[in-house]
């Protein structure tokens, strides 16, 4: 059934042939853009929708959460306003409470994040695995993160278990463990930083994911100046996650790859880090994505309108430059080229605004402005 998105004031297409369009409208037919154009030349369609003057864009694309887990993180969150640094530690405590959930409960857990996340504009997510640290528990999370979004990425590498040996539990998420999840998989990352998993380590989960056909991400540079940007780059990871500490090096190589920097500023201001340096890296050429980290211990929010606003209110980012980071270029960085725009052929993923411009989102910090969302061609909102 096609469905005609009519009454456009201005449609933010991110397709750099069309651009951005006034008095637009747009065709979806089943799961795809079918047409894009002037409204008085809209092919008939099965249905209309008129949005009476609003603003039009692509749904976000979030290529980093970790949204299978238990429990919450409330007392680690409140000693931290208190004054109390973040440790790549506090992970121990959601594998606990994760360990002990059922498979009912993480999935009732996950789509109710999916579906807040749908609720506010975004139509892709990517979660992690990571919060199992088994072979057991971390295809338990693949499987069950397989069933509810887009992409998911193999997290074994996000922490030694407390009492483990780091030797022996790298031996172990760079082989059985990876083994086991990777049917289920894309993509494979590691926690490149100090308290987690250093260079050499993190180089050896990396490079056997490789071998078993799997794309790779990194978190790095997030506590300190570390390797992970330098490994990320190296081994043609497609994105790097967090860059909160970078070198003028770091920049370089960033600006040179096609490694995309993805910058968690949510994550940053909830563990009180300084702001990733999203303008120098745009000045100096790189690809900047944005994503909400979602997760219960240092960033726990689905909002991207939270992320784009900060970026341009804080990060010196131009409101156009925070959409693209937020569609178009995390879509790229996983791959999907399908996601991330609207014009003929891609994924049917509309965000229709409450208000006459994207500008707003910015404009207007804060306000809930996601007026209507498709995905798929299916009205989610």
Known sequence: MSTLVTGIGELTTQDDDLGVLRGAALVLDGERVAWVGPAAQAPPCDTAVDVEGRAVLPGWVDSHTHLVFAGDRTAEFTARMAGEPYAAGGIAVT???????????????????????????????????????????????????AQEVDEVTYLGA?????????????????????????????????????????????????????????????????????????????????????????????????????????LLPACDLSTRQPLPPARTLLDAGARVALATNCNPGSSYTTSMAYCVATAVLQMRMTVDEAIR????????????????????????DVHVL?????????????????????RKGTRVR
Not at 104 to 110: G, P, S
């Open 325 to 348: 980071a937020a569609t178009t270029t995390p879509a790229h960085s996983l791959a999907r080229p399908d996601l991330g725009h609207l014009a003929p052929g891609a994924r049917a």
């Open 354 to 374: 409450d208000a006459p411009s994207r500008t707003h989102l910015a404009y207007r910090p804060g306000t809930p402005l996601t007026h209507a969302v498709w």
């Open 95 to 145: 594998v606990e409470a994760t360990r002990a959930a059922t498979d009912d409960e993480l999935r009732a857990n996950l789509r109710r994040l999916v579906a807040e996340a749908a609720a506010q504009g975004t139509t892709c997510v990517e979660t992690k695995t990571g919060y199992g640290l088994t072979t057991e528990d971390e295809l338990r999370a693949a499987r069950i993160a």
């Open 158 to 262: 996000h922490l030694v278990p407390p009492g483990a040996d780091p030797d022996e539990y790298t031996a172990l998420a760079a082989g059985d463990m990876l083994a086991a999840v990777a049917p289920h998989v894309r993509w494979a990352d590691v926690f490149c930083e100090v308290g987690a998993f250093d260079e050499a380590q993190s180089r050896r989960v990396l490079s056997a994911a490789r071998a078993h056909g799997l794309g790779l991400r990194v978190h790095g540079n997030q506590l300190g100046p570390g390797p992970g940007v330098r490994l990320a780059v190296e081994l043609g990871a497609a994105s790097v996650d967090h860059c909160t500490h970078l070198t003028p090096a770091d920049v370089d190589a960033l600006a040179s790859a096609g490694t995309v920097a993805t």
